[in-house]
């Protein structure tokens, strides 16, 4: 079975830099074609895909925040963080972590989500 | 970036009914195309990818069709717990796009 779960700060001050770890099991991302992937949503809005990790360490973001976004992976811990610079109170969402079983296809499985709050 | 946009943004229906919700891309996606269900203050649910393939555990009253521009999702006879938000979300090409979400609600 399948499970992720994301965990980091619920409150970060404008400018601040946002870290997240998204912590998984049921699988490994050294397994080929295996990727995971951040999602945001905005209350009341729609999603909105942040980035990607693969098995094989090709990493994809969205071109709208790709200079304030790195995402890595810790293979040892089944962990894959995402860290995004410069926050904004536009920032605030609900940030999800999920499983997406190969290039080209769904993200399968998610993670319940954690919400963030951008404020001073 | 490819856009998706879905129609209607809201729809009103009744138990039993069945309902359609069509998400357009702004560009061919060939089948990449997946749907999820979120209910309020949860995670999205994966539902159909590929299109026109059923996600495992998932009832067989929903389907999809449609491949390049024009896809949709069907669910035949509504259940209660099928009122939620549905969103196509395409996996073509990067960046990864989602459409804006149908909203369906209990008339």
């Known amino acids: 079975q399948i499970t992720l779960k994301e965990s980091g700060p619920t409150l970060v001050k404008p400018t601040q830099t946002l870290t997240l770890t998204c912590t998984f099991s049921?699988?490994?991302?050294?397994?080929?074609?295996?990727?995971v992937g951040w999602i945001r949503q905005p209350p009341g809005e729609a999603l909105e895909w942040l980035a990607l990790?693969?098995?094989?360490?090709?990493?994809r973001y969205s071109p709208s925040l790709k200079s304030r976004l790195t995402i890595t992976e810790d293979t040892s811990k089944s962990q894959v963080v995402l860290t995004m610079t410069d926050m904004d109170p536009v920032d605030t969402a609900t940030y999800y972590c999920?499983?997406?079983?190969?290039?080209?296809?769904?993200?399968?499985?998610w993670g319940p989500g954690t919400l963030v709050t951008v404020s001073s | 970036d490819i856009q998706l946009t879905q129609s209607p943004s809201f729809l009103s229906a009744s138990v039993g009914d069945r309902v359609t919700i069509t998400c357009r891309a702004s560009?061919?996606?060939?089948?990449?195309l997946a749907w999820y269900q979120q209910k309020p203050g949860k995670a999205p649910k994966l539902l159909i990818y590929?299109?026109?393939t059923l996600e495992g555990g998932v009832p067989s009253r929903f389907s999809g069709s449609g491949s390049g521009t024009e896809f949709t999702l069907t669910i035949s006879s509504l259940q209660p717990e099928d009122f939620a938000t549905y969103y196509c979300?395409?996996?073509?090409?990067?960046?990864?796009?989602f459409g804006q979400g149908t909203r369906l609600e209990i008339k």
């Open positions: 999920a499983h997406k079983r190969l290039r080209g296809g769904p993200m399968d499985s």
């Open positions: 049921g699988f490994s991302l050294s397994t080929s074609g295996v990727g």
């Open positions: 990790i693969y098995w094989d360490d090709d990493k």
């Open positions: 560009q061919g996606i060939s089948s990449y």
């Open positions: 590929a299109a026109s």
């Open positions: 979300q395409q996996l073509d090409s990067y960046p990864i796009t």
